[in-house]
């Protein structure tokens, strides 16, 4: 059984386009379930109406991305849980091209498939990796898609636009924090979850025939920065708060001592590179993530 967990603050109609290719897959979830976070009553009456069959949660107050998947996941039934972006639509056999990915090995906690832009010629991700300066890579990111990743595999983790996790995995793992870490708001959380995993001993695949669209940023960025690289120009003051914080607790939390020796060097340059941007860019950043504690 697959549970479905969609977080959504309701921008642009994304989440009628996301249902809607859900409802269309050749292997129905078992169950969906949307964390509301639009503060709109006219949006979740309006979804109620035309999605009778989902099950939404309105919060009185925005949870945020990983808050509100722990209150799904909290909520859900099933024994695998696709975790969405709004702004994704799947291909009818997405669900069950990635479904097999976790039969490979029964400590495959985690499956993405190949992630592909709304035009379906340009990759979006092929999997999670950790790169040297510790920060998520998304494999194939930006790139066209000319047939270079048409190979299953094993990848360190998985987007949180679309991933895929075995529930008995999310419950090993959890922590006091959450399934997602709570704290974490939105960014990271993905690579977090993913390298905690791995700790654990649980694995991640790829099935390159399980294929998503998605919108990179657009529930979040104006319509200026959809799909458009360098994510940090688009971002509000606080996100950028966020996506400097949440990799440093990323790193605390995960990274073993003798590792972070040897990623050192490129750990402080790319600190170099984000704090001298938002120096001569974003200086409103370093005031506001000062102000407030942050861990």
């Known amino acids: 059984m697959v549970s479905v967990i969609i977080v959504t603050i309701g921008a642009k109609g994304y989440l009628q386009l996301c249902l809607n290719s859900l409802l269309e897959q050749s292997h129905l979830p078992f169950e969906i379930i949307v964390i509301d976070n639009s503060s709109k009553p006219n949006f979740a009456r309006e979804i109620c109406r035309l999605f009778p069959s989902v099950k939404l949660y309105t919060s009185d107050e925005n949870l945020f991305y990983a808050a509100g998947l722990n ?5 859900s039934q099933g024994e695998f849980i696709l975790c969405l972006n709004d702004d994704v639509i799947l291909d009818q056999e997405f669900i069950r091209q990635a479904l097999e990915g976790f039969l490979i090995r029964e400590n495959i906690g985690l499956v993405s498939g190949k992630i592909l832009r ?14 040297a300066w510790r920060t998520a890579k998304e494999r194939g990111y930006g790139q066209p898609d000319l047939g270079q990743f048409e190979q ?8 949180g636009a679309a991933a895929f996790y075995r529930k008995e995995m999310l419950e090993e793992i959890k922590d006091k924090n959450g399934y997602f870490d709570s704290r974490f708001n939105m960014f990271y959380e993905d690579l977090d979850i ?7 001993g649980w694995l991640a695949y790829y099935v390159p025939t399980a294929l998503i669209y998605h919108v990179r940023g657009g529930s979040f960025r104006p319509d200026s920065g959809i799909d458009k690289p360098i994510a940090r120009r688009y971002l509000s003051t606080q996100l950028q708060c966020d996506l400097i914080k949440n990799r440093y607790l990323t790193i605390l939390k995960n990274e073993n001592f003798l590792s972070l020796i040897l990623h050192l060097i490129p750990i402080l340059l790319y600190e170099l590179c984000v704090w001298s941007y938002v120096l001569i860019f974003q200086p409103k950043v370093i005031k506001v993530f000062l102000s407030k504690k942050r861990f």
Request: no cysteine; glycine share 20%; aromatic share 14%.
């Open 71 to 75: 209150k799904g996941i909290g909520l």
């Open 118 to 131: 709304s035009s379906g010629k340009i990759l979006d991700s092929t999997g999670l990796f950790l790169n």
């Open 152 to 159: 299953g595999g094993f990848i360190f983790g998985v987007s």
């Open 194 to 200: 993913s390298w905690r995993a791995q700790k654990y």
